[in-house]
């Protein structure tokens, strides 16, 4: 029989589609966001009319104590912390699947007289979503710098103990489907699987974190749609595939991105560490000031603007987009070239640029823009550095080699805006910086470009 609670699930399933469909786009982002989280209102609302449902003074607790700790600060993130927030937000996703599939242990007395399919989805639910947990929070530790970006590792014995942590929890798995009832293998088996999750992700390189907190997001999904068949709660099944799936075609994408597989990144990446050595060894480095920048700027028929990470860092996007805004009255051609990884996150620039009103035909994706390069006048590189480093084409001994980057060393001129030479988050020098036709323009980007706006309103 047709109940209310089918029919809101329904309802509930199409809203999670369709502002998945909206996510596709930057201008229809904002509205499938809402249209999502709107469908998570109603599969809420459908799982509380759920006979027999009980404890609501700890269910109203649990909602208002949520809403208290997460809406300030979702409200308060700054965009640059935007990856490290939702690194931080997966993280706890995973670790409440965890510990519904303890209380699911524990309500069945270790799964006495429960269908195989039970145990087996919690047992899996309960792995998955404690190595996701502490995996993020290692994660959000190296986006936050509080943990080194650094890969952290033993060495040659980094694999060994990676797979015995894991086949510990699968052991520990195994004894409680075979019968064993005793708490202390439910908590072994949440213990080792956390720990195999930071044993996972500290070998793992800051600049593959974004890729790492992807798969991470994916896995979540994943513990939670298994822990939605264990609790036959068909809005966890459904909306944690929809994240599985949307979560590991986003990791292949970011993969390919970066020209990685995601075995060699789970296996150990590189960068992250913290360099204060010049990033370029070899060649000349010739700065210039903000007047000369503006000059260059005002006279070039078109010009590039390519964002990275420092941009965020010194929310220059407004900034950025006053010096656009002025360029483009004076007839210049102004484009924004994005590339997949920019910043912390995909599409870590696309939402910085939006916040400060580009125009979305001005952002164009790397594929899109590569070409208009070697007919571009001018170059200008934002805090932008792994993403623009040629050696990812020449140099076949870098680390990044293979990787797709922007083609900006094809300009007829590059002017870099950063604050030092220090290298990227990957830890690579840039030979771009010692380019003839590079120039540089130290500083914070937000008050150089500022600079640079005073110098073309008085020309």
């Not at 979540?220 to 979560?247: E, K, R």
């Not at 700027?297 to 603007?305: E, F, M, N, S």
Request: glycine letters at 12%; charged letters at 10%; aromatic letters at 6%.
């Amino acid at each position: 029989m047709i109940t209310l609670r089918s029919v809101l699930y329904i309802l509930a399933f199409a809203l999670f589609i369709y502002g998945l469909m909206g996510l596709t786009g930057p201008r229809t982002a904002v509205r499938g966001n809402a249209i999502a989280a709107a469908g998570m209102v109603v599969a809420v609302v459908a799982t509380l009319l759920t006979p027999g449902l009980g404890n609501w003074w700890l269910i109203a607790l649990g909602l208002v104590l949520g809403s208290v700790i997460g809406v300030p600060a979702a409200r308060r993130v700054k965009m640059t912390a935007m990856p490290q927030m939702v690194a931080l937000f997966n993280g706890v996703g995973g670790g409440a699947v965890a510990l519904t599939a303890w209380v699911e242990f524990r309500e069945t007395a270790g799964f006495q007289g429960e269908p195989a399919f039970v145990s087996v989805s919690t047992l899996f639910a309960a792995i998955i979503g404690s190595v996701s947990f502490w995996g993020s929070l290692v994660a959000f530790g190296k986006l936050q710098e509080i943990v080194p970006g650094r890969p952290i590792t033993v060495g040659r014995l980094q694999l060994p103990l990676n797979v015995l942590l894991l086949a510990g929890a699968v052991g520990c798995a195994v004894a409680i489907g075979l019968g064993g009832n005793a708490e202390w293998l439910l908590v072994a088996l949440l213990v080792l699987a956390g720990v195999a999750g930071i044993a996972v992700v500290l070998p793992i390189g800051g600049a593959d974190m974004p890729v790492v907190v992807s798969l991470l997001n994916a896995s979540t999904g994943l513990s939670a749609a298994a822990a939605g068949l264990a609790l036959s709660n068909t809005a966890m099944i459904v909306a944690g595939m929809l994240v599985g799936a949307s979560g590991s075609i986003l990791t292949d994408q970011m993969a390919k991105a970066m020209n990685r597989s995601i075995p060699s990144i789970v296996a150990g990446g590189f960068g992250g560490g913290a360099t204060t050595a010049p990033a370029v060894t070899g060649g000349s480095v010739r700065a210039v000031s903000a007047a000369d920048v503006a000059i260059q700027l005002a006279y070039a028929g078109q010009v590039i603007v390519v964002p990275g990470y420092g941009m965020a860092v010194a929310q220059a996007q407004h900034a950025v987009q006053d010096m656009a805004k002025l360029l483009t009255d004076r007839g210049v051609a102004v484009d924004y070239a994005i590339h997949p990884v920019a910043g912390r996150m995909p599409g870590h620039m696309n939402v910085l640029l939006a916040e400060a009103d580009v125009p979305y035909e001005q952002l164009k994706e790397m594929d899109e823009i590569n070409d208009e390069f070697a007919r571009t006048d001018v170059a200008l590189v934002i805090g932008a550095n792994d993403v623009t480093n040629p050696a990812a084409r020449s140099d076949p001994n870098s680390p990044i080699y293979g990787m797709p980057i922007l083609n900006v060393d094809q300009a007829k001129a590059v002017i870099v805006l950063k604050r030092s030479m220090r290298a990227g988050f990957a830890g690579v020098d840039n030979p771009l910086y010692t380019d003839p036709k590079t120039t540089m323009l130290f500083g914070d980007a937000k008050s150089s470009v500022r600079e640079v706006v005073e110098e073309l309103k008085a020309l």
